[in-house]
């Protein structure tokens, strides 16, 4: 296995797989308190509305996808924007990623405390996620990419167990009564930036465009992912509207749990602690991704992207990422109470990153002349 | 510092001269010095009619006396011609100019015989082909369907399976591996159907192997695996030539070696080892269920163990009220945590299941039951281990059983050991922990370089119909996508 490379380009993947992470990706740890942040029904648009738009950012980076640049991969890209600033966007990702991971991990691990282990010191729980994302990653991209599949058939499946409080004898049309919003404070337009933060993601398929077959109708895939999570974000929203409704809804601080808590089971009581174990895939698969980009993007950083990848460098980058988890943990996550800092700072650069970099693509590309 | 040197030491200079003796031209003293100490070997000499010298050698075990009889010495004892080799009645004889041919031809069933007047070594095939009969499989054993099944002679197996499918375009090549043993190798594929990259794949990977004994296919599929630290086959083993036909059909390559009934097919996927031969000849609804069946036995033998341990150590408020007063009643007066009285139950199992299989036929299936019974009743008694997990190993086990490849069987015994540690820590995430590690590791395999989850992980959605489930075979028009055939489709006529 001399030869062995972990952004080894053996296979072109099919565009299915464009679709399957789009979804997945958008479905991490916002969409588990993504209720909180809306809370009023009229919210209901909102979501389609933010959908439309983020089905803008999907069109642009189609357009990516489909220039000759995207294939070329780190090359493309140095192509198009020059070596320097390849090397500063690279460094300023380095941040960007971490700041996903971070938010994504520890929130996980959060609600694997409160749900599964009270007395847990989550550090242990964020070393073992890690120890498996070090051991997905070093396989390589091209085995994580395909990990995808797995990771959504044994996720997708969950949002149907809700079905069944849609159709509750208590539930009346009224629940999801005032449609209109009667006054739009700071706060709806804070729920407008967190769906448009939670659906952020797929720009980061930017950097994967090389493992993809990129001209096939990668548009129709891209949307078809982004649908498909625009209608669960709908369907566990209005879930939840039902079995809470507006007013308890903002006292939980996991809402999509909690309604899980009360599924029955004649074998298992507590469903809610196999279903959050079984969203563990999906988390594993989305930070393992993230991790590889973190490896690729310091590597550039480091203009070191022409060399032969090591698992002992991938291994030193899993290191930096523990132990600022570990840090973010102890300083920012665990002293939070009403207002996590880092929460807040992902919400915004999750939001800016699934605007701004689909628009710098574009404009880097007609600038080219290319698209 | 750790430059290799040079090997001239003793050893290679007697392989030095060896290899010059034997190329040298070839002599009877030269012959005789080949087979000095080799009881076994003969040199017979007798006398043409019309009195002219020849000298038979062969070693005795491996050829067939009454052939030699019948089709040389007889027929050369009568012979009047000029030239010897005229006489004989094979119909194929083999000129021999060096000593290391000689010796080959001699250890592979070939009768040596030395013309003293033309000075000329001739070889005639006439190896003991005696061996086993053709029997039943016993390793995978069905109900109905062909009953015959692979042995230990190469030449037989090669014609179960071009009787299945009497096709030229069927193709097998022939290698000769181990540098000791020069085993006979056949690689099979079905030319324009199977992908070429398969054929070259397989053919580099053998041609590759230095070693000097290839005794069996399972040794060979080590040497031609892409991942050697798994425990997970990456060929399928099989002693059914209908089973190596289906796996032709659909655009695989077959390997046979000599001396071996069992065959290899390549490449495989995870899914393979599920499959049955019986489920092509049940009905398909009723193949479906028993389908099903076997993935779940799988993670049940896997699971429910670690599970038993998980709730009882961490979880105990998943557990339904009814369970757990059963449970807390059974636990209450064990010494033993649930791991160590899950562990120590399970390797008593395996003693077992390990020592039956050692034992003759009759005494191990007594083996099987009274160890059973009476070791599980005895550490319920004595108070080392609960009535549920007794229930709950025993299932477990008669699950494991139910998965038709037996090599996957016993890698799911490691497997549930490191998914029983991790939920011993860790609960039921420790357990969704170690699928994900088990998934991870599948998703990375390769069989033949083909991704050993296909059709899953990638996706082939029209393969599906073969998966999870056993479709109609009416409705599976096309070869396996995953396998990426020359031919698609399966219908001579398209519809």
């Known amino acids: 296995m001399s030869g062995f490379s972990i952004f080894d380009k053996t296979s072109s993947l099919h565009s299915i797989y464009v679709t399957l992470m789009v979804n997945r990706i958008q479905m991490l740890y916002f969409v588990i308190i993504l209720p909180v942040f809306l809370i009023y029904p009229y919210m209901i648009w909102v979501i389609i509305l933010v959908g439309f738009l983020s089905q803008m950012s999907i069109f642009l980076l189609s357009k990516w996808f489909n220039s000759i640049y995207a294939s070329k991969g780190y090359e493309g890209f140095a192509e198009l924007l020059g070596e320097r600033s390849v090397r500063v966007l690279a460094f300023i990702g380095l941040g960007l990623i971490l700041l996903k991971i971070t938010v994504i991990t520890l929130g996980y691990v959060e609600i694997t405390q409160h749900f599964i282990f009270p007395s847990l010191n989550t550090n242990w729980m964020i070393l073992f996620i890690l120890l498996i994302c070090w051991y997905v990653g070093s396989l390589g991209m091209a085995p994580t990419i395909r990990f995808v599949v797995i990771a959504f058939l044994s996720t997708a ?29 700071i706060e709806s337009w804070k729920g407008v930036l967190f769906i448009f933060s939670a659906l952020s993601g797929p720009e980061y398929l930017v950097l994967l465009a090389p493992w993809f077959n990129t ?147 574009f404009t880097s590309l007609k600038r080219k002349g290319r698209v | 510092m750790f430059k290799k040197r040079k090997n001239t030491g003793i050893g290679n200079k ?78 194929e004889i083999i000129d021999i100019s060096t000593l290391k041919e000689a010796e080959k031809q001699l250890m592979r069933g070939g009768v040596l015989l030395f013309d003293t007047i033309e000075n000329q070594l001739h070889a ?6 005696t061996g086993r009969a053709i029997e039943t499989s016993e390793t995978e054993t069905i109900l109905y369907g062909a ?125 393979h080892l599920f499959q049955s031969p019986e489920d092509y000849i049940n009905r398909w609804i009723v193949a479906s269920f028993l389908r099903v069946l076997r993935y779940l036995s799988f993670m049940l033998s896997l699971l429910m163990v ?90 477990s086990a008669i699950a494991s059983f139910l998965v038709p490849n037996y090599l996957i069987t016993k890698a799911n015994t490691l497997i549930q050991f490191i998914i029983l540690i991790l939920a011993s820590f860790l609960g039921i995430m420790g357990i969704f922990m170690g699928i994900i590690l088990l998934f991870v590791h599948l998703n990375a395999l390769t069989s033949l370089r083909q991704p050993y989850l296909a059709p899953v992980a990638p996706f082939y959605g029209k393969d599906w119909l073969d998966l999870f489930i056993r479709g109609p075979l009416r409705w599976m028009k096309t ?12 219908y001579s006529r398209r519809r």
């Open chain 2, 306 to 395: 670690p599970i038993y341990v998980a709730l009882t150590t961490h979880h105990y408020q998943m557990i339904p009220l009814q369970i757990l007063y059963v449970l807390v009643d059974t636990r209450s007066r064990l010494p033993l945590t649930p791991f160590w009285e899950s562990l120590l139950m399970l390797l008593t199992l395996e003693v077992i299941k390990e020592a039956s299989l050692r034992m003759p036929t009759k005494s191990g299936q007594m083996l099987g039951v009274i160890g059973g019974i009476v070791v599980g009743q005895a550490s319920v008694e004595a108070g080392f281990a609960s009535q549920v997990l007794i229930v709950i190993v025993g299932i």
């Open chain 2, 14 to 91: 007697i392989e030095n001269s060896i290899t010059k003796t034997k190329n040298t031209p070839i002599t009877l003293e030269g012959l005789r010095k080949s087979i000095e100490k080799m009881d076994d070997a003969k040199i017979i000499e007798h006398q043409t009619q019309n009195s002219k010298l020849f000298v038979l050698i062969y070693v005795e075990p491996l050829i067939d006396q009454a052939r030699v009889n019948e089709a040389v010495i007889e027929p050369l004892r009568r012979c009047t011609k000029e030239k010897i080799s005229d006489c004989i009645s094979v119909s």
């Open chain 2, 124 to 129: 005639v095939d006439l190896k003991n082909t």
């Open chain 2, 479 to 490: 070869r396996p996508e995953a396998l990426h055939p020359l031919q698609k489709w399966r």
């Open chain 1, 157 to 185: 499946w969950m949002v149907l167990l809700l079905v069944n409080f849609l159709f509750q004898p208590s539930n009346t049309i009224h629940d999801l009564f005032p449609l209109v919003p009667f006054d739009w404070t």
């Open chain 2, 147 to 271: 009953k015959d099944s692979f042995t230990e002679n190469i030449e037989q197996n090669i014609t179960m399976i071009r009787r299945r499918i009497p096709l030229t375009s069927l193709k097998s090549e022939k290698f000769m591996v181990g540098s000791q043993t020069e085993t006979k190798i056949i690689l099979m594929y079905i030319e324009g159907l199977t992908n070429p990259d398969f054929i070259s794949i397989a053919r580099e990977k053998i041609e590759n192997i230095d070693y000097d004994q290839i005794l069996d296919s399972s040794q060979l599929a080590a040497f031609m695996e892409d991942h050697t630290h798994s425990m997970f086959p990456q060929f399928q083993q099989t002693d059914r030539p209908d089973v190596c036909a289906f796996a032709l059909g659909a655009g695989k390559v077959t390997i046979l070696v000599d001396n071996t009934p069992f065959v290899l097919n390549a490449p495989i996927s995870f899914f």
């Open chain 1, 215 to 361: 001209r096939k109708k990668i548009l129709k895939y891209m949307t078809i992912g982004n649908a498909f999570t625009i209608f669960e974000y709908l369907f566990l929203f209005i879930a939840s509207l039902f079995f809470f409704g507006p007013h308890y809804l903002k006292e939980i601080r996991f809402p999509m749990m909690e309604v899980m808590r009360y599924m029955e089971s004649p074998v298992f009581e507590r469903i809610d602690m196999i279903l959050i174990s079984f969203y563990l895939i999906n988390f594993v698969f989305a930070i393992s991704i993230f991790i590889l980009l973190f490896y690729g993007a310091s590597r550039i950083t480091l203009k070191k992207s022409k060399e032969q990848t090591t698992k002992s460098g991938f291994a030193f980058c899993c290191s930096i990422v523990f132990i600022c988890l570990f840090i973010n943990n102890e300083l920012f996550w665990k002293e939070a109470t009403n207002q996590n800092i880092l929460l807040e700072l992902e919400i915004w650069a999750g939001a800016l990153t699934y605007i701004l970099i689909p628009l710098f693509l």
